[in-house]
């Protein structure tokens, strides 16, 4: 795939969850459209800057792109960063939560839509992605309390 239609591609998906995230944050949370959208767009912006460096830099280096988008958002609103109150500013008005009923809508689609060939493989591959989907949630949740009672958040 070239570069330009990497681009193209990646912009029209960063499009579909600007107006997911848009929905979601006004719909959930009450905040105005203009804060939701100013909000959305910075952190679509920071995941498609990060996912183009990412492209480019996977000739010399063998990285997720997911290193990348957080490297960037990292860089943008670390206190050095010029930009880093409006940065901190916008993305305050952005609930991460807010698309997670759509993106577990999507999850189950995709999952549904495959789940046929899944179920070939066998019972025993269905038991281990249970343990292995409950596992990641709990120590997830254990990790996330630890860090917050640490921190003194709870």
Same mark, same amino acid.
């Given at each position: *795939?070239?570069?330009?239609?990497?681009?193209?591609? /990646?912009? %029209?998906?960063?499009?579909?969850?600007?107006?997911?995230?848009?929905?979601?944050?006004?719909? #959930?949370?009450?905040?105005? =459209?203009?804060?939701?959208?100013?909000? &959305?767009?910075?952190?679509? +912006? $920071?995941?498609?800057?990060?996912?183009? =460096? #990412?492209?480019?830099?996977? /000739?010399?280096?063998?990285?997720?792109?997911? =290193?990348?988008?957080?490297?960037? %958002?990292?860089?943008?609103?670390?206190?050095?960063?010029?930009? &880093?109150?409006?940065? *901190?500013?916008?993305?305050?008005?952005? &609930?991460?939560?807010?698309?997670? +009923? @759509?993106?577990? +809508?999507? @999850? #189950?689609? +995709?999952?549904?839509?495959?789940?046929?060939?899944?179920?070939?493989? %066998?019972?025993?591959?269905?038991?281990?992605?249970?343990?292995?989907?409950?596992?990641?949630?709990?120590? &997830?949740?254990?990790?996330?309390? $630890?860090?917050?009672?640490?921190? %003194?958040?709870?």
């Amino acid at each position: *795939m070239s570069f330009k239609d990497f681009f193209v591609n /990646r912009l %029209g998906l960063m499009l579909v969850v600007w107006v997911m995230v848009i929905v979601a944050n006004v719909v #959930g949370y009450g905040v105005t =459209i203009g804060q939701a959208a100013a909000g &959305s767009a910075l952190l679509c +912006a $920071i995941g498609l800057i990060g996912l183009l =460096i #990412g492209k480019f830099v996977s /000739r010399w280096v063998k990285l997720p792109s997911m =290193i990348f988008v957080a490297l960037t %958002g990292a860089l943008l609103a670390c206190p050095l960063s010029p930009i &880093s109150s409006t940065v *901190m500013t916008l993305a305050n008005y952005s &609930s991460f939560m807010a698309p997670t +009923a @759509a993106l577990g +809508a999507f @999850a #189950g689609i +995709a999952i549904g839509k495959d789940f046929k060939d899944f179920a070939k493989a %066998g019972w025993k591959y269905i038991i281990i992605t249970i343990f292995v989907i409950a596992g990641t949630f709990f120590f &997830s949740a254990l990790v996330a309390d $630890i860090v917050l009672k640490v921190t %003194g958040q709870i």
